[in-house]
């Protein structure tokens, strides 16, 4: 039987997984590697630590399916997007990667904003803000701060592209990343060469790879060394994936124009469909053809959401999940009157604001940990709604949401999700929707299915619809404009302060 081996790249680990064609997982392994935090908003990995978890993941995981590497007919992977890294000559990582959550960039993220260039209708409909977690303003955040390290860069480009370059040699990137974050146009001239040369660095041009494939494109086969050291086999193809929260869309069947995907993870990211080209402020996007031949993205997205639960876990030290949920449960919404505002690291959208922090509001010696953790939940759904609301106000509604993710695991969480935003939240029957994406784009790549379409149709299995409590969305719009009231109060205090 064939089958097909994807990779998920994300903030804390790498996870390989093997599917059947009928969209089963038979193995499964997640690598652990480091992300270092620093201060001002900072986060770095060493690109080397992906490459080794890949490797002991993919073998852990042909021993798990009792298959050999001939049998896995092609490869695909989602990756975190965002996470730069530059290249010498041989392709050996020159510094610690920049991490898509490193919002170091954010003067930079100015300097792009003001040249004025007409790519910037991705940011907002051209009125920005642009984002510090994007590609051109890390680069010029490296030529700006480590100048030697940006001249000796003989590639510089994205987690997807480095492991790409050590499977098959090839300088190529994803359209799906490129068309997501480096203002590159598919349909009008491909790369942002307007912005580059504005900001004086139009050498950065010839530094990105020099290919771009669609998802679901032949890169080519594995090399002889790569495959050694992975244990498949060269026939195996290497399809170009993503990254991971649009792959996701693919594993969550959300395709057709109107349907709507919400991503999650460390981050939260929403994602919808639509058959003509959509800008407003406060809406990234739209983007042409990234996942889809003929289809626009619209976007919209959460910097910290998971990964605030985890910090919150660290605090506590020992704590049970399952207890803290249960008893969070049993509480109102609206935590008893304590109000969390979601930006522990900025605000991607609607404000786009590096520099947004997280706050606790209305704090008593009543609260106890359930509060705060249900506090956490509902200011994470609160941040979602405002991203929607930022969609209907551009002009794109949806009647569902299709979730996929590790915050899926929680009912707790998916209810207050489809209670705050008034909407049903429907969950696949595989919520590990970047590796069923991933597998989906190495079937078709490899000839299993005419078109991505027709392997979701032939992989994505149905779940569970969990439909709004009218009751609790009704009690959830005042404390909602109370969370809406949070941002712009606390960012006087912060202009105060500075």
């Known amino acids: 039987m064939s089958h097909v081996l994807t990779a998920d790249g994300g903030t804390e680990s790498l996870r390989v997984r093997i599917y059947d064609l009928e969209g089963r997982c038979v193995a499964s392994h997640a690598e652990p590697y480091e992300t270092k935090f620093m201060a001002g908003a900072r986060a770095e990995q060493n690109a080397e630590d992906w490459w080794s978890s890949l490797v002991t993941a993919t073998q852990i995981c042909l021993k798990e399916a009792n298959i050999s590497g001939d049998a896995i007919d092609a490869m695909a992977y989602a990756t975190t ?131 771009v494939a669609a998802p679901g494109e032949v890169v080519g086969n594995l090399s002889a060394a790569a495959a050694a050291e992975l244990g498949l086999s060269t026939r195996t193809k290497l399809v170009q994936g993503g990254a991971d929260a649009l792959i996701g869309m693919i594993g969550l069947g959300v395709s057709k124009p109107g349907q709507l995907a919400l991503i999650t993870g460390s981050s939260h990211l929403q994602f919808g469909v639509t058959d003509a080209p959509l800008h407003a402020q406060g809406v990234w996007g739209s983007y042409a053809d990234i996942v889809y031949p003929g289809r626009y993205i619209v976007e919209g997205g959460q910097t910290s959401t998971g990964s605030i639960i985890n910090w919150f876990r660290r605090l506590l030290g020992s704590v049970d999940l399952d207890e803290l949920n249960a008893k969070a449960a049993l ?33 008593t010696l009543s609260h106890e940990p359930h509060h705060i953790f249900r506090a956490i939940i509902e200011g994470i759904c609160f941040g979602t709604r405002t991203i929607l609301d930022g969609f209907k106000d551009g002009g794109y509604t949806s009647t569902e949401m299709t979730v996929g993710g590790g915050a899926t695991a929680s009912r707790l969480w998916m209810q207050i999700h489809a209670d705050t935003a008034g909407i049903p939240v429907r969950i696949p029957e595989s919520t590990d929707a970047p590796s069923m994406g991933s597998a989906i784009l190495a079937a078709h790549g490899a000839g299993h299915f005419a078109s991505i379409d027709e392997g979701i149709d032939a992989m994505v299995k149905p779940g569970v619809l969990i439909e709004p409590d009218p009751v609790a969305t009704a009690a959830y719009e005042n404390v909602y404009q109370q969370y809406r009231a949070l941002y712009p109060a606390l960012k006087q205090i912060r202009g105060q302060a500075e």
């Open 81 to 211: 997007c965002c996470t730069v890294v530059a290249l010498d000559k041989n392709g050996a990582p020159l510094r610690p990667a920049l991490m898509w959550m490193d919002v170091r960039a954010d003067k930079e993220a100015e300097a792009v904003l003001e040249t004025g260039d007409q790519r910037l209708i991705l940011n907002g409909n051209g009125q920005g803000p642009v984002s510090a977690e994007w590609m051109i303003p890390k680069a010029l955040w490296l030529k700006r701060n480590e100048p030697q390290i940006f001249d000796e860069a003989v590639t510089i480009c994205e987690y997807q592209d480095y492991l790409t370059m050590r499977l098959t040699g090839e300088r190529c990137a994803s359209l799906n990343n490129v068309g997501l974050r480096w203002h590159y146009a598919n349909r009008d001239g491909g790369w942002a060469s307007g912005i580059v040369e504005k900001l004086g660095m139009p050498d950065l041009l010839e530094k990105w790879p020099s290919r």
């Open 331 to 363: 509480l109102p919404p609206g935590s008893e009157g304590l109000i969390a505002q979601d930006h522990f690291q900025g605000n991607r959208t609607p404000y786009t604001d590096a520099n947004s922090r997280g706050a606790f509001v209305g704090l």
